[in-house]
């Protein structure tokens, strides 16, 4: 029969690991809220399980599928190397059978488990584990209905009772050793997340395939191997818990009385006469993630021997007081153990088991950030048409076919604060400002100076800088829509050069970052937006900052080459 107090300990169990599942959710929900939000620039994104751009954690067998996902050729990724489980444990390992068992706490039985775990999906791996198991039990009540059971009857003799009777009752008992070798299917139910990255606890269930070899031994002689007076032994101790401790403290730990078998008879035997039996099994658990190689569990299993009633030794009840019956269910095991995992395997090209990683985590943070889905060209809206974003343009409204720089405010050549399109004086010298409304300056104007500057054809195309990152010449996401702009005003005005300036010309290093800079800019566009290259003209190495790219549309007359030899290709670049 069923131990009710195992029972309401494994059920007490479960629920303190409840409370703990959902204390840890807690505790990382608000870790997580109270964190630093991540920047779109990380390779990789804070809380994610691995880079799956990454080719080193996929086998040889599915890098074909890898080539095709990274070239938007297949929208899944593929399923990367993880690592093995290996792990050990102990616990309270008992028989739930027709005599009562003993728990721990009453020197009960005990278990250790050895187990290599192998995950072959996000939900599904499967398991071997080898388990050694002790089970003790005593029962409280005495009997008297053991005439049939060959442990006790060789022993104890019956009077001349017509009955059959024996004069002194018995306390049946038994100590169980087993060996079980287990196959695991083990389902994980608590890694795919809608609302976090990933969890610290995984809960699982499983069910098993075994073979279990066992054999039950009674205590049924003293030390002097002559029966036990068991009425002289309990005396007047009344309670089960005082029944028990009488007992346990005047009997030997002997065990010397092989119990009743079937090994060698319906049941095949081994190891020592052990009985051999099928045994398949079901259980659930929990394991808790102490870091990325270590993790703790703790597990329920139930054993279900096949059609066995003799795993303590015993199959006889006291129904009825003259006529032992031998009892209708079968005998159960249950092994509870807690126990440490660690992970097997290279971490540069294994992950974690799959049970420990959340399928949807990629998905949510390409999503948010992504990195490799297609996304359209960005298209920015510009009410005036100058060729700055109305976000950037500081001087919305500008007239049509009026020159802005990259502020998208009109051009103003000689800086008397007048625009060039309203300047009467286009060109003013310092010394001659301020100047009226007009942009006439207060000294008599030199021949050629007058005259309000004539719309140029290019005027649409504005001028601007790209400011680069230090000793980098990598078009960056944030530059490209400025380009496209570009791009955009010269597909508009086809007959139109646009000169693009490096600046950086204070040593070797800086002359050839500032060819590679500028050679970058044209290729994009040339590449890209289908602009030809002979529209540019190439300037490099001028004086400013050297992080900086200017450009402008060419001047009226104004030539140069589009292709450049750089200055120093062989340089050693950082």
């Keep these: 029969m069923v131990n009710k107090k195992h029972l309401l300990l494994t059920a007490g169990l479960f629920l303190l690991l409840g409370g703990q599942i959902a204390f840890s959710q807690e505790s990382q929900s608000q870790t997580t809220s109270g964190s630093t939000q991540w920047g779109a620039r990380d390779m990789t994104y804070r809380g994610q399980n691995y880079d799956v751009l990454d080719s080193s954690f996929i086998p040889k067998k599915r890098m074909d599928q890898h080539r095709k996902f990274v070239n ?61 198991g002790i089970g003790k039990g005593l029962d409280y009540n005495s009997s008297t209905n053991f005439r049939n059971n060959p442990a006790w009857n060789q022993y104890y003799s019956y009077d001349g009772n017509p009955n059959g009777l024996p004069t002194t009752p018995v306390y049946y008992n038994y100590r169980t050793e087993s060996h ?100 398949p099994s079901v259980g659930a658990g929990a394991q808790f993630r102490l870091n990325k190689r270590v993790n703790l569990q703790i597990e329920e299993r139930l054993i279900l021997p096949s059609n066995d009633d003799l795993l303590d030794g015993d199959r006889w009840g006291d129904n009825i007081a003259s006529h032992p019956v031998q009892s209708h269910m079968n005998d159960l095991a249950n092994y509870f153990s807690v126990g440490f995992n660690y992970n097997l395997g290279n971490s540069k090209k294994f992950v974690e088991p799959l049970y420990w990683l959340n399928p949807l985590d990629f998905a949510y943070n390409e999503l948010s950030y992504p990195r490799h889905m297609i996304l359209p060209e960005p298209i920015l809206a510009d009410a005036d048409g100058d060729g700055i974003a109305d976000q950037f343009d500081k001087c919305p409204g500008t007239p049509a076919g009026v020159a802005v720089d990259s502020h998208g405010c009109p051009m103003d050549t000689d800086g008397d604060g007048v625009p060039d399109y309203k300047d009467k004086q286009l060109i003013t010298p310092t010394e001659c400002q301020p100047v009226n409304a007009d942009g006439v300056g207060k000294c008599p104007c030199p021949d050629g100076c007058g005259g309000t500057a004539a719309a140029s054809a290019c005027g649409n195309i504005m001028a601007g800088s790209i400011t680069f990152e230090d000793n980098s010449a990598r078009i960056k996401p944030s530059m490209q829509a400025q380009l496209a702009t570009l791009a955009a005003q010269m597909q508009a005005n086809p007959t139109c050069h646009v000169v693009i300036i490096g600046a950086g010309n204070k040593s070797k290093k800086e002359q050839q970052r500032s ?25 490099y190495g001028q004086a400013g900052d050297a992080n900086t790219v200017m450009y402008r549309s060419a001047l009226t007359g104004e030539e140069g080459p589009a292709n450049v030899a750089p200055p120093f290709p062989n340089l050693r670049r950082e």
């Design 180 to 279: 079980q070798l287990n196959l695991d299917m083990i389902f994980s139910i608590y890694n795919i997340r809608f609302n976090k990255a990933r969890s610290s606890v995984g809960l699982y269930a499983f069910f098993g395939a075994g073979a279990l070899a066992y054999k039950a031994y009674i205590n049924a002689l003293d030390e002097n191997y002559k029966a036990y007076d068991f009425a002289s032994i309990v005396g007047t101790a009344t309670s089960r818990k005082d029944v028990r401790k009488a007992l346990q403290s005047k009997m030997d730990k002997s065990y010397e009385t092989p119990g009743e078998s079937d090994a060698g008879g319906r049941k095949k035997s081994i190891f020592d006469h052990k009985t051999l039996d099928w045994a």
């Design 72 to 132: 938007h050729q297949y929208p899944f990724p593929p399923k990367p190397r993880n690592m093995w489980e290996i792990g050990f444990g102990i616990g309270q390992y008992n028989i739930l059978g027709d005599v009562p068992s003993l728990m721990f706490w009453q020197k009960g039985g005990y278990g250790i488990d050895l187990q290599v775990r192998k995950s072959w999906g996000y939900l599904f791996s499967t398991r071997l584990q080898y388990i050694y």
């Design 515 to 539: 060819w590679d800079r500028v050679n970058a800019i044209i290729e994009y566009i040339s590449e890209k937006h289908n602009i030809d290259r002979n529209r540019f003209i190439f300037q």
